[in-house]
């Protein structure tokens, strides 16, 4: 199996950017799709963006498209997630997951799933100030 950290995260002006990264120890990660959740106080667990394990597919939510680059380097185990133009609505706790079921992944709607995903990272907090 593998596990997941993620840094990067942090306090950061509205309109700024961040970088987040995802190192995975174990089993490598290009055995695995991969996706980055939020949650915010109060709220459930959100989708942001996913990767296929060939880096092929990318995936987005709506509130983030064209603001937010899903990475990875399956050389380095890692995904990175660049997020630019930041708004205080992105103030949350960033998760990285990582899916080992290839079938389900392919179905954008059940990718956008936390209870798709077999392994998470501890999260970062990202806060944003207006």
């Known amino acids: 199996q593998v596990q997941l950290a993620e840094s990067g995260g942090g306090l950061v002006q509205a309109g700024g950017s961040l970088r987040l990264s995802c190192a995975a120890s174990?089993?490598?990660?290009?055995?695995?799709?991969m996706g980055w959740f939020r949650q915010s106080p109060g709220k459930e667990r959100e989708f942001v963006a996913a990767?296929?394990?060939?880096?092929?597919?990318?995936d987005y939510a709506d509130s983030v498209k064209d603001r937010c680059t899903i990475s990875r380097d399956d050389i380095k185990d890692e995904v990175a997630l660049q997020m630019n133009s930041l708004r205080s609505e992105d103030t949350a706790v960033y998760y990285c997951?990582?899916?080992?079921?290839?079938?389900?992944?392919?179905?954008?709607?059940?990718?956008?799933?936390?209870?798709?995903?077999?392994?998470w990272g501890q999260g970062t907090q990202v806060t944003v100030s207006s």
């Open positions: 997951a990582a899916c080992a079921q290839v079938s389900m992944w392919q179905v954008p709607s059940r990718r956008r799933r936390d209870s798709l995903y077999d392994y």
């Open positions: 174990g089993r490598a990660l290009r055995h695995y799709d």
């Open positions: 990767i296929s394990r060939s880096g092929a597919v990318t």
